[in-house]
């Protein structure tokens, strides 16, 4: 089983960045997916998620109407499209797999918004 993420970097604040989750070793269309951040110091906090489908997202309020979560589950892959990102958005960036008592989680990918 592997989550992979990629597309974390330095990006300028009010950027976009495009974080990837790819899955492999698992029947990724039967679980939920989810991403997470920890910054520095904070607790882990749950940035967006998808249901098996990708018929249904929800999205923390720091993030609405700026982050839009989607997957392929033809590809075996769920994306984050961040934009007018702000400082406050750096963290290391996480995927998880969730289906039942079954979680899987990836090593991160880190994001820092700075000038």
């Known amino acids: 089983v592997q989550l992979v993420e990629s597309g974390g970097g330095l990006v300028q604040p009010g950027g976009s960045l495009r974080l990837s989750c790819a899955a492999s070793?698992?029947?990724?269309?039967?679980?939920?997916m989810s991403w997470y951040r920890q910054a520095p110091g904070k607790e882990r906090e749950l940035v967006a998620s998808?249901?098996?489908?990708?018929?249904?997202?929800n999205y923390a309020d720091s993030v609405k109407g700026r982050f839009t979560m989607s997957r392929d589950n033809a590809k075996n892959a769920v994306y984050l499209q961040m934009n007018s990102l702000k400082p406050e958005d750096t963290a290391l960036y996480c995927c998880?797999?969730?289906?039942?008592?079954?979680?899987?989680w990836g090593q991160g990918t880190q994001v820092t918004v700075s000038s």
């Open positions: 998880k797999a969730k289906t039942g008592w079954t979680t899987y």
């Open positions: 070793g698992f029947t990724f269309s039967s679980y939920h």
């Open positions: 998808i249901t098996s489908t990708g018929g249904s997202t």
